[in-house]
């Protein structure tokens, strides 16, 4: 962006650069306090303001505090004591927040999990976590997959949700008729309904202190991408930091030829809940800063419903013109190649986040191009709540590839690969480590695991991030690729990342993949996987010889597979893994 490498090297500190976002500040701190208070606040503040929205039925924010007192009630009766693990197997419904603020005012822990799991993969986190409740959705599929699920676990009491109470009367009237609401043939006796749950119960929370630094408050499970799922255990100030900087360092134009400024609160945006909310994506970026900014928050299930895929979340935003979209770059690309893409009105978005996986500047420059809304890439983990890292939010000072600058408060370091404790300069690929309010707790009884990833560097804990990346000459930070991603080709490295942006501007080709497959004496051959844009055809041949005009020699890839689908994690991300599983023998 500039020539500035000589002053670089002796920047110290994320804002000592003219590219800061003008404005922010480079702390926060009104952040100590119980994540609940985030809902309270704007019930008192915004009572009738309208919280959530699902399938044109609508509830304020006094009504979903109400439901949370009572069902904090609930689980004061039942027995649930603080630090008591409560799952939550739902998807996107307005139960959730309701729910999750529920946990939250009990004291428990709320341990988020994919409802589309396998009654074994639920099995696992209701046991590893120690869960004694489990709150699930009313459903042919997902109901029985739960009670499988439960069975020789510590789960005492099942809640069922059911999606009628948030609809329209007459669509719940006209849906029940017709049998098109979603239920499961029968329940098992002694669970109980959430609708009887919340008639049954006062909205008299128990009185529990809770300690925001040292309490959990969410466990998220990782390891969609990587291997074996760890419980990472966030405390309540990892989230409510994450709401406080995030929305410092979001700044933004309220109008054509308006300033930059500070995010309206009390009703003006409208958050769209695309991302699952039992990842922290969804749940910080889209659901807390929602409720901690008295915002509107449009709640999405499946964003892949419609036909073609994908129809249904068009339809939404046209109709309740969200504002704000947090998502993935698989979700950029899937909006950008919708075959009626031009017949939706996505004008009211002013700010869509861009995380979870690098984003590939031409989806980027694709997705502006087509919808006129403005991507801002951010970057985090889950054992992050997630974000560590964003681009300023205007076109002038983001850097495209960059993951931006640290949030306020927030400390990253690019430390030697072969010695974790060593710091490299600006410009040195390295590993990425972070300090910060956000660093989770650790993971839940994996002492070896946690010794793994944290180092204490001049009295201060970072995480290792498991990333490779390097702060350029303005203070950007980019990330190169996961360490175990990388590939050796006679002995030079090689960022599977780095190859895909470049396959990525091929006209035909809507997603890629890159891995390394065993190659000795060389030690490992690159191979691309693609799926091609609807109606294209392409061959072996075509894409080698556009990476041989693109990239270095020992970079392209020798094989190249097309498929029609690539397999991706619920949010989004490429899982490399499957892809590599075949090679493995």
Known sequence: MTDQTN????????????????????????????????????????????FTIFNGAKKTFSQVKDTADRIACFLAKKGIKKGDKVAIVLPNLPH?????????????????CNPIYTPTELKQQLDNSTAKMVFCMDHPTFYPNTVKAVKDTGVETVVVCNIKRYLPKLQGFLG???GKIPKADHHEPGHIMFDDLVAQSRPEPPDITINPINDTAVMLYTGGTTGIPKGAELVHINFTYQVAAIMEYLRLSHGDGKPLEKAYYGGYH????????YHSFGISVAMLCAAGSGSSLVCIPDPRTG????????????KYRPTLMPAVPTIFVAFTNHAKLDKYDLSSLMGCFSGGSPMPPDVCRQFEEKTG??????????????????NPTNQKTRKIGSVGFPLPDTDIKILDLGDPKKELPRGEDGEVAACGPQVMKGYWNKPDANADV????????????????????????LITDRKKDMIIVGGFNVYPREIEDIIYTHPKVELCAVIGIANKPAGETVKAIIKLKQGQTATQEEIIAFCK???AGYKRPRIIEFKEDIPVSNIGKVLRRELREPHCN
């Open 7 to 50: 002053q670089a090297n002796t920047v110290t500190a994320p804002w000592d650069t003219p590219f800061w976002p003008e404005g922010v500040a480079h702390n926060v701190t009104d952040y100590h306090y119980p994540v609940f208070k985030l809902l309270d606040d704007s019930a008192a503040r915004y009572p009738n303001q309208i």
């Open 96 to 112: 959730f927040p309701e729910i999750f603020f529920g946990i939250m005012k009990a004291g428990a822990v709320a341990v988020t």
């Open 176 to 178: 029940s008729l017709s």
């Open 270 to 277: 409208r958050f769209l809940g695309i991302l699952p909310w």
């Open 307 to 318: 036909k073609p895929p994908f129809t249904d979340v068009l339809k939404a935003v046209q």
């Open 373 to 390: 809304a403005v991507i801002f890439e951010g970057y985090g983990l889950t054992e992050t709540a997630p974000v560590l890292s964003a």
């Open 454 to 477: 944290f180092v204490t560097i001049a009295g201060k804990r970072y995480f290792l991030t498991g990333d490779i990346g390097h702060i350029d000459e303005d203070g950007y930070i």
């Open 549 to 551: 005009e693109n990239m």
